[in-house]
């Protein structure tokens, strides 16, 4: 049986409140400032808006923010979708449901396009059905449709505060704007990303970026953006479905998406030698410069170039690929501030997973407060992660090993993505918000009595090996693949 967890001191409404047909708990006493208002920290607001959790968002940028091509969101991220249906419209509205292409690096299909692994027939239900899971989101769609949900439940989100240092004091945890103003709430949620200011107070040190060997050059547009494109043009009109081209080659691979929404590609390099790349949404370089960079680019899916060819100099992203080892921990002392998202773990692309875990985290956050309540605050944020830290570690590390396996140059490589691109059941049928309940307890009493207690959130029978990203780094350059998926069941059904 579930053991479902009924808080020490349940809340009982004096009222119904329903604001844009989302159903909000009865109010828990909670306050919490959110810091960024990427996709972990907006979620973590209309999530603990609906558990009854008083919120407000601080955001450094001046304004909402555009910036930025495409992220992968798998199903587990919008488990509690059903819940907003005015977002969930917009969700149907914007997603790319794509289809996976891989290519040879010259154009060619290497293999019939294929559906992400939740959307193939006879698989098990993914965690956000019966919604269609489109897999892919431009990620100023993804920002703007969990903005929206937050104007539509009056959420204050201020733009302009950047926030400098984090503290903790008479119970109560405090950011720390620039100008010298503190925020103080029973919770602050460091959802500020990498290099979080966070990480002084919780780790007592900015948490060391490892360099992984290679630079992302990515870049997305509007179709109305496109100019002169008759490539681009005809694979729009005659593709029934959007496309997510895979290609694959030796030490390097590049993704293009192709949408009636927008186009992109990411082109991942090895690092190249001036060291222009930076991890920032905005150090660029020019197209002339990318297409010099790209080993026998003229042997190169025309496509590919044209796209390259097709984006102001001002628009190519080049982003170091850098990467955290996971922290030992995302709290502070005394239970008062929080990471989410980024801030807490950062992932390379070939996880396709970051923003997933990121909204994961935040529903995990918000149920666990929930059960927590007001007097529990800094238990319930040691229960989450506890919930959350294994599951997306082992999600970082499937990141480095993903790329490792398609840079190698072998002939069956692109034969083989569907395997060497292992998810699982466990990965997408997993429901955060439903394992923080049927979890709390078990976990709780782990916490404060040492009784066993072991994660279910991972692929079933598989045993957690320490790794470093030192290591891992070494052994992708020393060309040793290492398939994860023989640990433990990575299944389907
Ligand atoms: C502008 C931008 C564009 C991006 N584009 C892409 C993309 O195209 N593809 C992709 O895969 N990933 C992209 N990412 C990263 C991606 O959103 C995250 O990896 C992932 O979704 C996890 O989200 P997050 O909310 O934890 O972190 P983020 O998305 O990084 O959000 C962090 C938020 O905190 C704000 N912030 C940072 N420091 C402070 C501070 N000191 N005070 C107040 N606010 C602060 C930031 O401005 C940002 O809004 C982008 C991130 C940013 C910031």
Known sequence: MAANVIPKETVIPKETVIIDNVLRYPPSGLKIVIVGSGPAGLLAAIECWRKGHDVEVLEKSPTFSSIGDIVGIGPSAWSTLHNY??????????GIDALMTPCHLDGRYAMEPFEFEYNREGVAEHAAYPFRAVGINGRADLTRILLNQCERLAISVTYGVSIVDYAEEDGFGVAISDDGKRYQAD????ADGIASKSCKLILGEPVRPVGTGYTVYRAAMTLAEVRDSPLVKQNLATCERPEARLYIGQNRHIVVVIDKRLVSFAITLPNETRGVAQESWSSTISAEELLGMIPDVEHLDPLVVELINNFPNDRIVAWKLCMRNPQSKWSSEGGHVVQVGDSAHSFIPTSANGATMALEDAISLAECLRLGGKKDV?????VHQLLRHQRTTLIQRVG?????????NRADNILGVRKLMPQGKWMWGHKPERYVIENFRKAREHIETGAPFENTNLPPGHKLEPWTLEEEVEKEKLGQVFDLSTNGDWGVC
Do not use: D, F, G
């Not at 919770?187 to 460091?190: D, G, H, Q, S, T």
């Not at 480095?400 to 190698?408: M, P």
């Open 378 to 382: 800094a238990l319930a944020v040691k």
């Open 400 to 408: 480095l090993l993903n790329r490792a396996a398609w840079h190698q």
């Open 85 to 94: 249906p005015s977002m969930a419209k917009e969700y149907v509205e914007v």
């Open 187 to 190: 919770l602050i949620v460091a």
